[in-house]
């Protein structure tokens, strides 16, 4: 019997998915943009339920993203497997541009990346030919001129494995099935049948986003779009559905013939604001006269999803509690930019993430002490137990929610008047408000202090505990629509996490934060 389960498979910040298959095994990466560790790297069996079992950018020396805005970095990644080694090919935006890398498990360690000489624009993809080729395919502005913003044309040339670089000419295969097609992007190809298959979104990464294809017999001519285009869109059942923005489609064939597609797609609540960023969701594919058709008698994609014929899966289960008890922090964790791990440490107290104030904060384009996780519901519960004692008015540390350096909210303690201080600070377009604070007392004498936000929706509450029982609210009624992409702009979704900052001040004084919980209700 099929199992089905709940569209998204992957909920939260997971934009431009791409998979492929080793034997019975699946593997899918999505974009990372300015967070570090670049790139997740989750394995399936059963396409339904998925394990993360790593980061492929993992070092410092595969990932500069010193000065990259909230959403340059790291674009659309596309993973392959072919003979005994993986591919994954990607750009990094503002430090370097289009480059792969290489690794024989999946799991790491992966190569040094190898940056591609004469790959303009993004979006690149590498496809292996029957004969040995190997294709990469990419998105940049017409080569004759672009005639507006987004006039793009999808190009291919030979790519040399053993020197990873470009060969030989470069062809413009495609500009998109719609007249003035607006952002053709997000190229995949594929052979089947003796055909060559041009998967690509077009439309933008918003409402109008769309999945469409063009097909020909040969990778050095024109390719011609079907007919029945675009394949998959949500731009035309209105901004009311459940399920918007959907695009950027990856397909793999399992190993009994069945085709499943990956996109993107986004699910906006209290109106249309997208906290929870682009998400990966799961569409099955069938092939009719030569074409494929997206989840047949239907069209698009749905809430639920029923898996292929495969033997279940089981994946390791994302616990709600992080105690900090281990040498590492989970793969799921995130820095912002290149982390400074000498503000981080979890050996000088066992059980402990213990957290440096820097002089960085979170509203400037650099690499503050702050620690993530994505937003992955609606509606949720985030807190903390911490122990910290501010010895001065630029001292702060707490949670932050975090949609970019200048649309966020703080819950921190900091000093005023010489008196610990509980606030709810408000950054809106760059400028901060306190929305309100509250003096607390015997900070020092307690063991720790909880800092808790309740999301209901778009409503936000925040409040505090010494013994996890009472919770005083300090501000209830906060609008979390800030914490949106409709609101702040860009491609990335909500992060949660701990943060804490001298603010441009050099101090010696440093945060412990005992666990930090986050569960959906």
């Not at 190898?114 to 292996?128: K, M, V």
């Not at 502005?141 to 470069?170: P, T």
């Not at 998109?176 to 190809?189: I, R, S």
Request: charged share 25%; glycine share 10%.
């Amino acid at each position: 019997m099929r199992e089905k389960v709940s569209n998204p498979i992957l909920p939260g910040f997971h934009p431009d998915p791409s998979i492929c298959r080793m034997g019975d095994d699946y593997y899918l990466v999505t974009s990372t943009f300015a967070y570090f560790p670049g790139v997740p790297i989750f394995h399936s069996k059963d396409l339904l339920h998925w394990e993360q079992i790593g980061n492929v950018l993992d070092r410092e020396e595969q990932l500069n993203l010193m000065g990259a805005e909230q959403s340059w970095g790291i674009f659309a990644p596309t993973i392959r497997y072919h003979n005994g080694t993986f591919y994954m090919i990607t750009t990094n935006v503002g430090n370097g541009g289009n480059f792969v890398v290489t690794a024989e498990d999946p799991a790491g360690p992966w190569s040094n990346p190898y940056f591609i000489e004469g790959a303009e624009g993004i979006d690149p993809s590498l496809f292996f030919d029957d004969d040995g080729k190997c294709y990469y395919t990419g998105t940049k502005s017409r080569r004759e001129g672009a005639k507006y913003d987004g006039d793009n044309e999808i190009w291919i040339q030979e790519f040399d494995l053993e020197n990873m670089c470009l060969v030989g000419e470069s062809y413009a295969i495609w500009h998109g099935a719609l007249q003035d097609a607006m952002w053709a992007e997000a190229p995949h190809l594929y052979k089947k049948d003796g055909r060559y298959y041009l998967l690509i979104a077009e439309g933008g990464t918003a409402h109008e986003h769309a999945v469409t294809i063009a097909s020909s017999t040969n990778l050095r001519e024109p390719f011609q779009g079907y007919k029945c285009n675009p394949i998959l869109t949500h731009r035309h059942l209105g901004k009311n559905y459940p399920i918007v923005n959907v695009g950027h489609g990856d397909m793999v064939e399992t190993q009994n013939g069945e085709w499943y597609m990956v996109v993107l797609a986004s699910r906006p609540y209290g109106g249309y604001y997208r906290n929870l960023g682009r998400e990966t969701f799961l569409v099955p594919v069938v092939w009719e006269d030569g074409w494929p058709v997206i989840n047949p008698g239907k069209g698009i994609v749905e809430d639920t999803v029923e898996g292929p014929e495969l033997p279940a899966f089981t994946a390791e289960v994302i616990p709600e509690k992080e105690d900090f008890d281990d040498d590492r922090l989970p793969y799921r964790f995130l820095y912002l930019r290149n982390p400074k791990m000498e503000n981080y440490s979890l050996y000088h107290r066992k059980g402990y993430l213990r957290m440096r104030l820097a002089p960085e904060r979170i509203t400037d384009i650099v690499s503050p002490s702050f620690v993530g996780i994505r937003q992955t519901g609606m509606s949720y519960i985030l807190e903390t137990k911490m122990e910290f004692v501010p010895n001065s008015n630029s001292e702060e540390a707490g949670l932050v929610l975090l949609q970019s350096n200048r649309f966020h909210y703080r819950f921190v303690i900091t000093m005023r008047d010489g008196l610990p201080v509980l606030q709810v600070v408000k950054c809106y377009d760059g400028k901060e408000e306190i929305l309100e604070k509250m003096v607390i007392e015997d900070l020092d004498k307690n063991d720790g202090i909880r800092l808790r936000v309740t999301a209901e929706g778009q409503d936000l509450k925040f409040a505090f505990s010494y013994d996890g029982k009472s919770y005083p609210v300090v501000k209830a009624g906060v609008d979390a629509r800030i914490l949106s992409t409709d609101v702040a702009g860009g491609f990335v979704g909500t992060t949660l996490g701990l943060y804490c900052s001298s603010n441009n001040e050099e101090v010696d004084n440093f945060v412990d934060f005992d666990w930090i919980t986050y569960r959906n209700i």
